[in-house]
């Protein structure tokens, strides 16, 4: 082969990729991977529209996103932070799509813009070979005997971490949550990263809680076979939906549609309960415990996602870069 | 001849402005957004504006501290173990000389992203060395000599490599003279051999630090715990955590390039200030000293060295790929292939990630391959204009860090105006690996064609060859061995590359190193691992074929 055929052949197969773009759905998801893999094969096995994933946590979702703007590739985001779909419908970037299959859906997780695929809660995830006992409650991991043995996800970077504190200071009060936090501080509690980055150090047992698991995951990693297990704290935890949307600035509005709607058809929430999230639709059973099994702190949360900037200001200045 | 210098004049401006757009793109839309913040938005707005804000930042003076601290940490440990072992290796019997060659070339060939992985897996609390010797290493790991040790771990054999090949070289025929006219063996080596080695030793600790400052795998893996964050991590968050500040990761790309730059011309102007010609001599044989009754010692130092650097992590990843659960920890019960079985049942589509890294390497490696040739005669042979730019643009990548040719390209390329769509396709991982790899092709080709009679061309043309018909069949086929070895090294290297592959990777496509990197964070090190065997191994073969080309290179065939 010589280099003119070989740059034809190169020259030709971008514009190959290029034209297959339009025919195809491009979703950018915040996980679960597995989940979001089969839905896209289940869909397109029945619709014979080929599906694009983009997987990667909230953070780095939402920043490919807003890199895109000016060239947007994405025609839906599914994504682990509530907060970011009614941002999205604020900014006037979401088009309005009601599914027939929603009808199951409670209303506190639909709107007209978009919808929960699952939902998942926050729990503390131990490890049974650890030394130290079970935790009940958030506040026991601030006790001397969890002294070194704590992780945390870092709201900044997760969703589902961000609501916990918010639920936190709702529940217990802005000054006990950033004492609780001080003292978790204090405690030596570390906060790597995003969810697994807390969790992977709890499984080999280099540490022995997480502070605010997101527990699909760690429900996933138990049934697989892993010693550890998934309690939730008996003063309260909150959930995090996740939501599905499509951007308006899709070019097949329709296949689009048509991806949400499976997605809360019946093969499609199965799906979801397999991956152990709780599936939006109360009609689907769940293989872990639902919203009515679970003490959950209700409150007002736009009024926290306004004071965002803020919460992670005071969460850093606690855990900050101090070495 | 007219038409071949017009022919030729013509190859030249198509090869720059491929070079063009490969290299010089990127930097250009990264110098941009560094200066003006709105550019993306087709604004000339307010230029500067974030420029001073970013540079006045106290957490920029952090980085950029931790940054160069960490990079002289670097350079010092290598020195102070690759040294003596080079030495060693150049001017004593060792035992096993020449198996130690190959072996210091694994600790390159396992991505440092997997390394950390599997030093933090062996050290931490409860970890493996936890739960086979009784005792932890967790303070000392997640802390900045803990980052240290385990790059310089991924990096000395660059040093290794230098100085035992410079003191072969120099400690040969000048040290015999030396002795010759009477001096000891001591003073010969530091009088004669050591003096004459010190521009290839510092050429490959400067190397050294170019790479620490460059890592993305290391720091991320093992710096978020320590809260040690260098600039490229803080490149990395800026650009990948939302809210984005792409204007501040624009102006710490720039000033990481401007670092990398620093290290090279000190580089340049170290190795080109005096003639060490010495180096470029024919190997001779070299006369080494017999090590006596230390020779056991040092076979035991050399053991020690690889242990560490080779068979630990690769133990440690064997390990964790072969375990069932992590929470089991080492014991036979919890003994399991099934990771590899998930692997190979295709499992989050391992199978289509291990053939996409292929075919991205195997065509970085033909682009590179090409270009790298066509840019080797164009820079050492044709007496055309401008060949000095062809050389500067090809050689700049090596001062360019993935994280910035990542960053370049996807403010280069995702934009509304091009008559094409490259943003979101593979072509983007593509152009990253082959901007990032052109050096090596070039640095080889252009050593072989000095090495080259200019006679063959001659003979072609006299023949009535044009200028493509004489490349093809009377250049090409005498390149070929040097260039196909640094092809294979762009394909080893393209192969796991990571940092670029995370950034730029289109939806839907997930690569070797993104695959490994996306395992741990959805929770599945076994699986991630799994394929982290598959990759060392295959890259390991390679390295293997490698030199056995290298060898048959070296022994004479041209």
Known sequence: MNTKQLLASAILSITLAASAQAQTLTVYSAGPESLINHLAQDFTAQSGIAVNVFQGTTGQVMARLEAEQANPIADILISASWDSAVDLKARGDLLEHVSPNATQVPEYLKDTHYVAQGVSALAMVWNKNSQVTMPKDWSDLAQPAYNNEVTMPDPAQSGAAFQLITGLLASQGEDATWSLMQQLKDNNMIVPGPNARALNPVLQGAKSVVFGAVDYIALGQQADGEAIEVVFPESGTVIAPRPMMIFKSTKSPDQAKAFIDFVLSDAGQERVAQSYLMPARTDIPALRPTLNELNLIQYDEAQYEARREDILQSFRAIFGQSN | ?558
């Not at chain 2, 010969?188 to 790479?211: K, Q």
């Not at chain 2, 036979?332 to 998930?342: G, V």
């Not at chain 2, 080893?492 to 590359?497: K, L, N």
């Not at chain 2, 690569?511 to 490994?516: G, H, I, K």
């Open chain 2, 1 to 558: 001849m007219r038409l071949s210098a017009y022919t030729m004049q013509g190859v030249m401006l198509a090869t720059a402005g491929i070079l063009l757009l490969l290299v010089g793109l990127p930097l250009l839309y990264i110098v941009l957004q560094a200066i003006f913040p709105d550019v993306s938005r087709g604004s000339w707005a307010q230029p500067f504006s974030v420029f001073i804000p970013t540079l006045k930042d106290p957490e920029l003076a952090h980085l950029l501290g931790n940054t160069l601290k960490l990079g002289l940490a670097v350079v010092l440990g290598s020195a102070l173990l690759a040294i003596p072992l080079g030495a060693l290796r150049a001017l004593a019997k060792v035992p096993g000389a020449a198996i130690w060659d190959v072996v210091f070339l694994v600790p390159f060939l396992i991505p440092p992203y997997i390394a950390a992985l599997a030093w933090m897996m062996s050290l931490q609390n409860r970890g493996y060395l936890q739960q086979l010797l009784g005792f932890n290493a967790d303070a000392f790991l997640f802390s900045f000599w803990g980052i240290a040790f385990v790059m310089v771990l991924n990096v000395f054999p660059v040093v290794y490599f230098a100085i035992s090949r410079t003191l072969m070289a120099v400690g040969g025929r000048y040290a015999s003279v030396g002795r010759v006219c009477g001096a000891g063996p001591w003073r010969s080596f530091f009088r004669i051999s050591l003096p004459l080695s010190i521009p290839g030793m510092a050429a490959s600790l400067l190397l050294v630090f170019v790479l620490t400052i460059e890592e993305f795998g290391t720091p991320a893996t093992l710096g978020a715990q320590s809260g040690y964050f260098v600039l490229v991590t803080g490149i990395h968050e800026r650009f990948s955590d939302w809210p984005l500040d792409i204007p501040g990761a624009s102006v710490l790309s720039l000033l990481l390039v401007i670092l990398a730059m620093a290290a090279f011309y000190f580089q340049h102007w170290l190795v080109t200030r005096r003639s060490y010609i010495s180096v470029t001599g024919k190997p001779s044989a070299i006369e080494q000293i017999e090590l006596g009754r230390l020779k056991w010692p040092v076979f035991m130092l050399f053991m020690l060295v690889a242990f560490i650097s080779v068979a630990v992590p690769i133990l440690a990843v064997l390990a964790t790929a072969l375990s069932s659960t992590l929470s089991g920890g080492l014991s036979w019960s919890n003994l399991s292939l099934r990771h590899f079985e998930a692997l190979f049942n295709n499992r989050a589509g391992a199978l289509q990630a291990l053939s996409t890294s292929l075919g991205l390497a195997t065509g970085a490696a033909l682009l590179t391959g090409i270009l790298g040739a066509l840019i080797g005669y164009l820079v050492v042979r044709a007496q055309v204009k401008g060949h000095k730019l062809l050389d500067f643009l090809s050689l700049l990548p090596n001062a360019m860090p993935g994280i910035v040719v990542a960053v370049g390209l996807i403010l280069a390329w995702n934009q509304t105006h091009w008559p094409i769509q490259v943003y979101n396709t593979s072509a983007m991982l593509l152009l990253a690996y082959t901007c990032l790899l052109l050096p090596y092709p070039v640095r080889y080709a252009s050593a072989s064609f000095r090495q080259m009679s200019e006679n063959l061309e001659a003979a072609a043309r006299v023949c009535g060859a044009g200028f493509v018909q004489m490349f093809i069949r009377v250049l090409l086929p005498a390149l070929s061995p040097a260039l196909i070895v640094a092809m294979l090294l762009v394909f080893a290297i393209a192969s796991r590359e990571l940092v670029a592959s995370l950034m730029v990777a289109p939806a839907g496509l997930t690569t070797v190193s993104t695959f490994v990197f996306g395992q741990f964070e959805q929770g599945s090190p076994g699986l991630g691992m799994a394929m982290s065997v598959v990759a060392i191994f295959s890259t390991t073969f390679l390295l293997l074929v490698l030199t056995l080309l290298g060898r048959r290179r070296l022994s004479g065939e041209y």
